[in-house]
């Protein structure tokens, strides 16, 4: 059994590892940043150590521990957030669930697989996202419009501009009212198509009062 001095030295090092995935994290500006991913590591590094520690030579460890997996769902579900047809904070999830994972190794003595472990997801989170954006741009890229209309706008003439334009829609949803309407969709666009071309034309249609885009 390690002295309390070792158990501390572990929870510090829990410490160092997800902060270096938090940081990445609050750099990205994600809501789950710095401060909550290390309070995540300690705090899974902690209830390993009790558990495997802390009831005994007859306790099993292995109990605790498939709880911490349990209870930080939730949080992971927090980080996860619907804007209009984009759901954002699915990479942030992992990243919480991936932290908990390291807190749990340290706690069990796993220095080198939890290191080799941090390593890997930091570069995955930093590495991969030049590659994730050179496929984004010599591939079709993903839009979200929103369309201000006039109440007489038919929403026809928007589909039959799409078509003409080779731009495939993902999702629409419409709300009208008796001042105006406004329409919502997510459209695919071909690849090197510009987003603001599309912006423009939508714009220049009969009924349109505004558009607004995000990609």
């Known amino acids: 059994m390690p002295t309390e001095i070792e158990q501390l030295a572990r929870l510090a090092l ?12 609050e750099l990205s500006d994600q809501p789950a940043g710095l401060r909550t991913h290390i309070l995540l590591g300690v705090g899974a590094c902690l209830f390993t150590l009790v558990s495997a520690y802390g009831f005994g030579p007859n306790s099993d460890p292995s109990r605790l521990a498939a709880q911490i997996v349990t209870g930080i769902g939730f949080l992971g579900g927090g980080a996860i957030l619907r804007h209009g047809f984009t759901i954002r904070g699915l990479t942030t999830a992992a990243s919480i669930w991936a932290t908990c994972a390291l807190g749990v190794a340290v706690g069990v003595g796993s220095y080198v697989l939890a290191v080799g472990a941090t390593v890997l997801v930091f570069g995955v989170l930093v590495g991969l996202r030049a590659i994730r954006n050179l496929l984004r741009h010599h591939g079709s890229s993903r839009e ?20 003409d334009e080779g731009v495939s829609v993902r999702g629409m949803e419409r709300e009208v009212g008796t001042d105006g309407g406004r329409v919502q969709l997510v459209a695919k666009l071909p690849p090197r198509y510009r987003a603001e071309h599309l912006v423009e034309a939508v714009a220049g249609l009969d009924g349109v009062r505004e558009v607004e885009w995000e990609g």
């Open 14 to 25: 829990a410490a160092v590892l997800a902060g270096v995935i938090g940081a990445e994290r």
């Open 144 to 163: 979200e419009l929103t369309v201000l209309t006039a109440p007489d706008f038919e929403v026809e003439t928007l589909t039959r501009l799409l078509h």
